[in-house]
């Protein structure tokens, strides 16, 4: 199998809190993640080039031959082709900026240590060919692009399992349920896109889906839900209420009712019931949104934006988000009223006020939820969350000293 290195470009920066977890390229986009599409593209084994802290638990593999890959580019068939051409040390470039190089060992070491690529030969990539994730919203907005490229490459030669007669199905052939999935007494309608059903996943009576929607394997779409596209639901994730528009990443919950519409949530994330998310702002006007590597609100160019909620993040019943709202790794939000537009990570409170979420009670939290799954933290996690509490302290301001007066 070919050896797959793909790297985090400087777009990790602005793709936070999500990336505080995870390199780029373990972002969910569609049906697949961006590693887990690159791996079956390329029938190859992926390593990686990310943060330092990051790198035990996602190290890196080098070879004789290695292809090396940014890992925001979402591969296509035209893309994959103009890679598999490269001859090595040749690479593809498009504005000054790598998507991919085929390069030996000894040019790969020069690469990790800074130095400058010895004969290396680029080639400029048409934009056209491009699809890269740049910005969180990114990620819903190429969403439906997504779902349907990797519909084809998942179900291409394949036959659905049969699904029950108790369903309404609009556009059957455009539905793909996957072994061991249960829907009963459901409506799907794929008129407008493929709807992708995992192994074992399960669909409730009287839930409603308008492709393209995918539902990774374990996942659960509850009782009365109405699902819109484009939507991923994540491994082992629950759905219901009112969503449109959202990529769940995994491990995640939003099982009650309550709207949200254009938005990312990150792993092991629980949205409390009749919580709501604004995804349009009353004047219609441009959404900002938080952008970390700017220190300040950003206009996204983009009308309709909801939740951007990283890892381990929680709400009480009844939250309301108000439109373009981000909230770091391991926030707890509750109380009545609008919280701020940005919430840092390791937070606790909301509209009154915020303290901060002791490394301590948030990670024995961590390890209470994950274990309802049969997983824990390990030492590289711990690790992880210690980094991240302590990078991300410059935005929990309540904890700075006050200045004395003179």
Not at 27 to 51: A, C, F, N, P
Not at 176 to 185: C, D, S, T
Not at 274 to 296: A, H, Q
Not at 345 to 356: D, N
């Amino acid at each position: 199998m070919n050896n797959l290195i793909l790297f985090d470009s400087d777009v990790r920066d602005q793709l936070l809190p999500l990336t505080y977890t995870r390199p780029v390229c373990d972002l969910r986009v569609g049906i697949l993640t961006i590693r887990e599409k690159w791996s079956m593209w390329m029938d190859g084994v992926v390593s990686y080039i990310t943060q330092d802290y990051l790198s035990e638990k996602y190290p890196i593999q080098i070879k004789d031959r290695n292809w090396v890959i940014n890992g925001a580019v979402i591969p296509n068939e035209l893309i994959i082709l103009r890679i598999k051409e490269l001859k090595m040390n040749e690479a593809l470039m498009h504005q000054g900026e790598l998507i991919a190089a085929r390069l030996p060992e000894s040019q790969f070491e020069r690469l990790m240590n800074g130095e400058e690529l010895q004969d290396l030969i680029g080639y400029e990539v048409d934009s056209r060919h491009l699809v890269m994730i740049r910005r969180p919203y990114d990620i819903f907005k190429f969403n439906k692009y997504a779902i349907e490229m990797d519909f084809r490459f998942l179900t291409r030669g394949r036959s659905s399992m049969p699904i029950s007669g108790t369903n309404r199905l609009i556009e059957a052939d455009n539905i793909f349920i996957e072994e061991g999935a249960k829907v009963e007494y459901a409506t799907l309608n794929a008129t407008k896109g493929p709807i992708y059903i995992g192994k074992y996943s399960e669909v409730m009576e009287g839930a409603n889906l308008r492709g393209p929607i995918a539902i990774l394997d374990h996942g659960v779409v509850k009782m009365g839900a109405k699902i819109y596209g484009a939507t991923t639901i994540g491994p082992h994730c629950k759905v219901g209420g009112e969503v449109n528009n959202v990529v769940f990443q995994a491990y995640s919950n939003k099982a009650h009712d309550g709207f949200l519409g254009n938005s990312v949530i990150g792993e092991w994330c629980n949205i409390g019931a009749d919580t709501n998310g604004s995804n349009l702002k009353n004047n219609y006007k441009e959404v900002k949104l938080w952008s970390y590597p700017d220190g300040r609100f950003m206009p996204t160019g983009e009308q309709f934006c909801g939740l951007i909620m990283g890892d381990h993040s929680k709400c009480g019943i009844n939250t309301m988000f108000n439109t373009g709202t981000v909230v770091g790794v391991s926030a707890n939000i509750f109380g009545d009223g609008f919280p701020r537009n940005f919430i840092p990570s390791f937070s606790w409170g909301g509209k009154s006020g915020f303290k901060t979420y002791r490394l301590d009670d948030a990670m024995e939290t961590m390890d209470r939820v994950m274990a309802r799954r049969d997983k824990y933290l390990n030492e590289n996690d711990q690790n992880i969350y210690k980094n991240i509490f302590d990078q991300t302290a410059q935005y929990r301001t309540w904890d700075k000293p006050k200045k004395e007066e003179a």
